[in-house]
T-cell receptor
């Protein structure tokens, strides 16, 4: 069966420090991968999505970047965190070739607090 | 453009009350529609979906009917439980696209 792992679960980082959040998927090949952010009291914002290794699409200009060095690994990074980067970050995957019509499977999320 | 609009929360109900959470959408194509649920401190879980007009998605006592004429996908449950307390997200997916458009979420609080 397919599983998605996301870590760490919580993170407190000072302003200006770097960030690296990792997401891995098991039990499937060539998944579509996504990073979403949920700011406090707000909905989900798509940050990045990827349909293959080194194929990253950015949805919004921001202080973050994403990379996919391996087929089932998706990394969210920042060189210098801002206070506005605080939020709940969710990784998700969908079955390739279906357009996501079977829904996404989400990781358990990382709560990032920038202080 | 493509967007999803949900009713503002929080919604507070007593146990066994009837639930409706409104969701309407705007789409440039012919979307599939979804409801996701997020329990406190967790990621999102798929609750139900409908892929074409007049389809009804159902799961765990929740239902939603895809209404093309009113561009709506309202979530309903006949008798809510305390364990249903969560945030509910409506979402649309356009055919042949790889990304969802989510509503802002509606928080449901169910009191015993």
């Amino acid at each position: 069966s397919q599983t998605i792992h996301q870590w760490p679960a919580t993170l407190v980082q000072p302003v200006g420090s770097p960030l690296s959040l990792e997401c891995t998927v098991e039990g499937t090949s060539n998944p579509n991968l996504y990073w979403y952010r949920q700011a406090a009291g707000r909905g989900l914002q798509l940050l990045f999505y990827s349909i293959g290794i080194d194929q990253i699409s950015s949805e919004v200009p921001q202080n973050l970047s994403a990379s996919r060095p391996q087929d089932r690994q998706f990394i969210l990074s920042s060189k210098k965190l801002l206070l506005s980067d605080s939020g709940f970050y969710l990784c998700a995957w969908s079955v390739p070739g279906t357009g996501g019509n079977y829904g996404y499977t989400f990781g358990s999320g990382t709560r990032l607090t920038v202080v | 453009g493509n967007s999803v609009t949900q009713m503002e929360g929080p919604v507070t109900l007593s146990e066994e009350a009837f639930l409706t959470i409104n969701c309407t959408y705007t789409a440039t194509g012919y979307p599939s529609l979804f409801w996701y649920v997020q329990y406190p401190g967790e990621g999102l879980q798929l609750l139900l979906k409908a892929t074409k007009a007049d389809d009804k998605g159902s799961n765990k006592g929740f239902e939603a009917t895809y209404r093309k004429e009113t561009t709506s996908f309202h979530l309903e449950k006949g008798s809510v439980q305390v364990s249903d307390s969560a945030v509910y997200f409506c979402a649309l997916l356009l055919y042949n696209f790889n990304k969802f458009y989510f509503g802002s979420g509606t928080k449901l609080n169910v009191k015993p």
